[in-house]
């Protein structure tokens, strides 16, 4: 009997042990990044403001999903990102950006405009804290302009942009997401 109960013990807490045991493995994910650029319904949502370490504004956008297109809406204007297969299509009132829509960890030239000289996935996050917020499942895009500025976007998973920074050797101004509300 004692070895019935060992063997049934045994072979539960490899079941238990097993189907808990799925971990993600981010060095070699596959990132769809139409789930990373957008968010899974339709908000406002507002960012910080920051100048070289110091908060200076407050910025609001608007943000709307239909089924191959994701709207954007600020006092900066409306940018748009389409999808078409394995590309996105992000339409800005200063430019057009091509993006590769699938991507792996340390894949080069994903974003492609006038302005970028070269766009790469950096960083995977399962935490990203960032001055008083905390992000999950965050993907870090490390892009060099043409300009020379280095910008830096972070998507959280099905959230669109949590933060970005813009670093031109002289101020560094960074967006920091601090709050959302649904709309319908």
């Known amino acids: ?30 990132f769809d990044m139409w789930d990373y650029m957008t968010a899974s ?8 403001v920051y100048t070289n370490g110091a908060k200076t ?15 954007r809406e600020s006092s900066e204007g409306t940018t748009t990102l389409e999808l078409d297969n394995s590309i996105m299509i992000m339409r800005e009132p200063s430019q057009n950006t ?3 829509r699938y991507v792996r960890l340390g894949d080069s ?24 917020s905390l992000f999950t499942n965050v993907l870090k ?3 060099t302009m043409k300009s020379g500025a ?3 976007l972070y998507y959280g998973y099905n959230e669109g942009i949590v933060a970005l920074s813009l670093d031109d ?11 959302e509300n649904e709309i319908f």
């Open 41 to 48: 319904s339709n908000y406002e949502v507002s960012y910080d």
């Open 150 to 152: 280095i910008q830096e």
């Open 109 to 132: 030239g994903v974003f492609h405009s006038s302005a970028i000289a070269l766009c790469s996935v950096d960083t995977f996050y399962s935490e990203f804290p960032l001055k008083a």
């Open 57 to 71: 504004d407050d910025y609001q956008e608007t943000n709307r999903i239909s089924p191959n297109l994701y709207t």
């Open 1 to 30: 009997m004692e070895k019935l109960k060992y063997g049934l013990l045994s072979l539960m807490t490899t079941i238990l042990v097993g189907c808990g045991s799925d971990t993600f493995n981010a060095k070699t994910a596959e």
């Open 141 to 143: 895009i490390a892009c």
């Open 98 to 100: 091509e993006i590769q």
């Open 169 to 179: 050797g002289i101020d560094k101004i960074e967006y920091v997401k601090v709050g």
